[in-house]
């Protein structure tokens, strides 16, 4: 028995060791063997926050220092210590919102310098808004900040969406990915207003 497990709650069970790729995962699955539904299931990913560096596009101060998630191995532009997390995602030049964290096979993150510009402008904003404003995030709560590069093709813009940033790679030619400093901070802000003033985002903001 395990803590105030009661004799009653023991059911018959078969035990899976599931793994996923994207989103990464391995987890033991517990399933009931006389109704199939899920029982429980235990992580078996152990995971941590982790100083990493990278190359950062438009940075004239790399490598820059950046936190990153040991995922067993596997490093991920996705953290915990500050507020409730700060993760940069790749949509991979596409219009989808799919989960695919930027990765590294080492604690260097040398490969997409736009995510890693993206990853280290967030954590810039969220240091100076702790540090002198005293705010946890821009709801003063911790709120998640997560960002998605590489949107669409040759996307000449960045916005905020009520929930988290997108970023565009430009075309190269009217803009280029639009990930550095001022663009970051400029999109995060309109999140910090709606959480402030509540300005409305197209008109007063």
Request: net charge negative.
């Amino acid at each position: 028995a395990r803590g105030n497990a009661s004799a009653e709650s023991y059911v018959l069970a078969y035990k899976f060791d599931v793994f996923a790729v994207s989103p990464m995962a391995r987890k033991y699955v517990y399933v009931n063997a006389q109704n199939g539904e899920i029982v429980t299931s235990l992580n078996r990913i152990q995971d941590a926050d982790v100083a990493a560096t990278g190359t950062a596009s438009y940075s004239c101060n790399n490598p820059v220092d950046i936190t990153a998630n040991d995922n067993n191995g596997f490093y991920e532009l996705k953290e915990s210590g500050r507020g409730n997390g700060i993760t940069t995602y790749t949509a991979e030049n596409t219009n989808s919102y799919l989960p695919l964290i930027v990765v590294s096979t080492d604690n260097h993150f040398d490969a997409d310098p736009v995510a890693t510009a993206a990853h280290y402008g967030t954590e810039q904003f969220y240091d100076y808004l702790l540090h002198e404003h005293s705010r946890n995030s821009i709801d003063d709560a911790g709120f998640s900040l997560k960002s998605w590069v590489h949107f669409r093709n040759g996307y000449n813009n960045a916005f905020w969406n009520g929930s988290f940033m997108t970023y565009g790679d430009g075309d190269g030619s009217f803009f280029t990915p639009l990930t550095c400093l001022d663009v970051t901070g400029h999109e995060i802000t309109h999140g910090l207003t709606e959480y402030t003033a509540n300005l409305i985002y197209s008109y007063e903001s």
